[in-house]
């Protein structure tokens, strides 16, 4: 994954980052990645937001999850790289990574937890009534 970005992840809107490989992966909550995300896990938003905040999401749900939000990021910033990745390759990284799975799942456990509660819009942008309130779970919508 070698293709710079167009602009790097912007948490105004909404998007959030992984450290994988040393190189900062946005994460795009659209529409696309989250209906990407429950027709491969073949479960629903909620259980997984509920899931990531308990740490009970396993390596192979983990990185569908960041692929989808990953490619979707690349989509819209035009990253080729970031738009073509896969699953696998992103669990190996999960695994190399800094703060390993635990520090995944805290991230995606936050960006989760703000699309089931209305803090996003169908493109993934922050709505501008969310107010990110930060309590030692996750973001929360207020």
Known sequence: M???TTRPASAERG????LLDGQPMGLRPSQAAIEEIELTLDRGLVELARDALASK???PQ????ACALI???GRDTGNKDMAGSNAKRIAKLIL???GGILAVQKTLAGLLSMAVTGGYDSAGNLKPTAMMTTTEEAPAVG
């Open 15 to 18: 998007e959030a980052t992984l």
């Open 62 to 65: 983990l990185a569908q999850i």
């Open 71 to 73: 490619r979707e990021f």
């Open 2 to 4: 070698t293709d710079e």
């Open 96 to 98: 190399d990574s800094d």
């Open 57 to 59: 999401l396993k390596l």
